[in-house]
């Protein structure tokens, strides 16, 4: 049964999970398709990861590798130690994207532009105390957020839904902060940043980390063009980020390259058991210089 509502541009169906009271069609033909990659996504690499402390990301990690920590490759307990150690990467880039969204309170929102399985909401309630809301097209990821949210009793502030993150519920100026972790590169970037405008308060704070293609390098390389085609998306460009940015009232405060510091995570994470093929694309683009990990801060002027 479809039933049409006049509160956003989405068709709206029958509930058919409890994300949602209803589960609203896609805008677009591509958006049913990146749904449904997220619906059926379930990578050992990402599930045995969140398996480790209960905090599931779909993003990538940095820092140093802890090689006291590894200890011996021929160690039985060596491969846990690996999964261990890529898992405290991956949340201290979130830690790293949490530490760039100003000063939050209790009272404050914040909203999470494609939130996935919820690890960097849960991160954000945890540190500031604030009511955290995410959005995502998969219905599998908000149940499983909403799920852990449960679980660790904080669903009254952490809350995912199955929304388009280019036309969300929130209303205009009631986010302190926003964030897109890894998300962007599956939409617009115009209207993107348009609709972050729109909900966060002037003087708000939004946060990107994002791998983008390097205008010095040219075009996209050949590398780019694999990854996009591995996970369906659209890797922009640095400038056009810039571009879409300050043509929304929103200024960049840092700009910050984490490619050298995601670099250890790819070079670690090649070495595992739980490889997909993609390493050898991050790892070569990164390294040819036409792909950039970075992170970027802008105040809503
Ligand atoms: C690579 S995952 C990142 C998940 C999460 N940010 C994290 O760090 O774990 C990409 C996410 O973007 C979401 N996404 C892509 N396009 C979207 C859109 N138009 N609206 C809402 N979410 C979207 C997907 O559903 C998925 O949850
Ligand atoms: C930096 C870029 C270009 C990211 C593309 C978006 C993406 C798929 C991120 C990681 O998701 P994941 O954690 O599900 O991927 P994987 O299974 O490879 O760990
Ligand atoms: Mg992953």
New binding site residues.
């Given amino acids: 049964m479809d039933i049409f509502v006049t509160s956003t541009d989405l068709t709206v169906t029958a509930p058919t999970s409890a994300a949602s009271a209803f589960i609203p069609s896609p805008a677009t033909p591509y958006?049913g398709d990146?749904?449904r990659y997220?619906d059926h996504e379930a990578r050992p690499v990402n599930l045995r990861l969140g398996d480790v402390d209960g905090l599931y990301?779909?993003?990538y990690g940095i820092g140093d590798i802890d090689h006291e920590a590894l200890g011996d490759t021929e160690d039985s307990a060596y491969e846990k130690k690996l999964i261990a150690e890529l898992h405290r990467l991956e949340s201290a880039q979130?830690d790293v994207l949490l530490n760039h969204l100003g000063s939050i309170g209790r009272d404050d929102t914040l909203v999470?532009?494609?939130?996935?399985?919820g690890?960097?909401m849960v991160m954000a309630h945890q540190r500031f105390g604030c009511r955290v809301e995410g959005?995502?097209?998969?219905a599998k990821?908000a149940d499983f957020a909403n799920q852990r949210a449960r679980e660790l009793g904080i669903d009254d502030s952490v809350r995912a839904r199955v929304?388009?993150?280019?036309s969300t519920p929130f209303e205009t100026g009631q986010a302190a902060a926003s964030w897109?972790?890894?998300?962007s590169m599956?939409?617009d970037l115009h209207d993107l940043f348009a609709e972050h405008s729109r909900v966060l308060a002037v003087g708000g704070r939004y946060v990107t980390i994002t791998g983008c293609w390097n205008p010095r390098y040219g075009q996209p390389s050949k590398w780019v063009s694999q990854i996009n085609a591995h996970f369906e998306c659209n890797i922009h460009s640095r400038r056009e980020y810039m571009r879409a940015m300050a043509d929304n009232r929103l200024v960049p405060q840092a700009v910050i390259d984490l490619t050298p510091q995601t670099l250890p995570y790819w070079e670690l994470r090649a070495t595992s058991s739980l490889v997909t093929g993609i390493e050898e694309a991050f790892i070569n683009s990164y390294k040819d210089g036409s792909f950039q990990y970075v992170l970027i801060a802008a105040d809503r002027v």
Avoid: F, P
């Fill in positions: 958006q990146i749904a997220w990301h779909h993003h979130a999470d532009a494609g939130c996935g399985r690890g960097s959005v995502t097209l998969s990821q929304c388009n993150m280019l897109n972790n890894e998300s599956y939409v």
